[in-house]
C-alpha cells in the first residue's frame, strides 16, 4: 500500500522557536510538496520539489524553507515560529512528468505555536 | 492564471439526499479535473478524475463529468450515507506542469 507519512500528527511549539516538519513517501515519486490548511482559505502551497536538492516556492513561501537530501524525504522548516504559522500542514507526492498524475497525501501535522 | 472556484458555505443534508458540489474552473490551456475528499482527521485522498472534455468520473456512487463549454466539474452522489461526511475539494492539473490548483473545499454533513 503507497505511503506517505508525516512525522508528527500533533505539535506544539512557542513562538521563535526552529520547527522541522518530515515527511517520507515510500512510492519512488519524484515530485513532493508542502501545502498549509486553514479554514475558510483551503490549500495554499508553500513549496514543492522535484527532485533532489531542487526546490520552487509556491504561493506562500515566506517564513518557511525546505530540505530535500533524500528522494524520498521533503522537510519544512520554520526558522522562527510565529503564531500566525498556526495550522495544519498537508505533505503530498507524485509522478514527475504530468499532472494527470493524482498526488497522494500524508495525514497531516497539525501545528500550535504559542 | 488558472483557478478552481467552488460554491460557498458548507452544506448540510440528511441520509439518502441527492448531494450536489458545483466546480467551476479557469485554465490557460487544457486540464485535468480532480475531485479529492478529506475524511475526518485524515489527509486528502483522490475521489475521482477526468482528463478531457466530456469525460466523467466515477467512485463510491459520486460522479462528475468535465463540461468544457460551462468550465465545470459538478461532483454529484445520488444518494448520500452519514459516512460521506468530509471536506470535497475540486482541483486542476495542466499538463507540464507539476502543480494542482484547488478550490477551497466544501464541508458536507450527512444527518442521519
Known amino acids: 500500500d503507497v505511503k506517505v507519512t508525516q512525522s508528527s500528527r500533533y505539535l506544539v511549539k512557542r513562538t521563535g522557536e526552529k520547527v522541522f516538519l518530515e515527511c517520507v513517501q515510500d512510492?519512488?515519486?519524484?515530485?513532493m510538496f508542502w501545502y498549509r490548511q486553514d479554514p475558510g482559505l483551503g490549500l495554499r502551497l508553500i513549496y514543492f520539489?522535484?527532485?533532489?536538492?531542487?526546490?520552487e516556492k509556491g504561493d506562500i513561501p515566506e517564513g518557511y524553507s525546505v530540505s530535500r537530501e533524500k528522494k524520498e524525504r521533503f522537510s519544512l522548516i520554520l526558522e522562527s515560529a510565529s503564531t500566525n504559522q498556526t495550522s495544519m500542514y498537508l505533505c503530498?507526492?507524485?509522478?514527475?512528468?504530468?499532472?494527470?498524475?493524482?498526488?497522494?497525501f500524508g495525514p497531516g501535522t497539525r501545528l500550535t505555536v504559542l | 492564471g488558472n483557478s478552481v472556484t467552488q460554491m460557498e458555505g458548507p452544506v448540510t443534508l440528511s441520509e439518502e439526499a441527492f448531494l450536489t458540489i458545483n466546480c467551476t474552473y479557469t485554465a490557460t490551456g487544457y486540464p485535468s479535473l480532480f475531485w479529492y475528499v478529506q475524511y475526518p482527521g485524515e489527509g486528502l485522498q483522490l475521489l475521482l478524475k477526468a482528463t478531457k472534455a466530456d469525460d466523467k468520473g466515477s467512485n463510491k456512487g459520486f460522479e462528475a463529468t468535465y463540461r468544457k463549454e460551462t468550465t465545470s466539474f459538478h461532483l454529484e452522489k445520488g444518494s448520500v450515507q452519514v459516512s460521506d461526511s468530509a471536506v470535497y475539494f475540486c482541483?486542476?492539473?495542466?499538463?507540464?506542469?507539476?502543480?494542482?490548483?484547488f478550490g477551497k473545499g466544501n464541508q458536507v454533513v450527512v444527518i442521519p
Open positions: 482541483a486542476l492539473g495542466l499538463y507540464g506542469n507539476n502543480r494542482l490548483a
Open positions: 512510492m519512488d515519486h519524484e515530485n
Open positions: 503530498a507526492s507524485s509522478l514527475a512528468g504530468t499532472s494527470y498524475d493524482e498526488q497522494f
Open positions: 520539489s522535484y527532485d533532489v536538492k531542487m526546490k
